[in-house]
């Protein structure tokens, strides 16, 4: 598969997200997953469109620093890096610099 479209999208997320949920369920600490998916680099990658998280390196990494803001202390995501607050700012090199196939043309951001 080279590249997904809306509909695989969406159900890659869902499954990552029900796959989170049920690590969370069965005790694996927050930061944890965290610290496992954040900066994972895979297409779409970059503008999200969401102010809270408004860059991602996958969506892995978006689900991650969602993930950070919601169940994470401040220390916490200090620790890992990430702001304090919902305004984050790109940390890694872009996908499509990152050498990527496909990156430059595939985003986060809704259609």
Known sequence: MTCFDDG???GLAEAL??????NLDGGV????????LLHTRFVPAGP???PAVPHATS????L???LARTHLTPAERRSLGLPETGAET???????????PGA????????
């Open 59 to 62: 969506l892995a990494d978006y």
């Open 29 to 36: 600490p927050a930061a944890h997953l965290v610290e496992k």
């Open 90 to 100: 790109p940390v890694a090199v872009p996908a499509a610099r990152a050498g990527l």
């Open 104 to 111: 430059a043309d595939r985003s986060l951001q809704p259609a």
């Open 17 to 22: 997200a029900i796959a989170i949920s049920i």
């Open 8 to 10: 695989d999208l969406a």
């Open 64 to 66: 991650a620093r969602q």
């Open 48 to 50: 999200t469109g969401d």
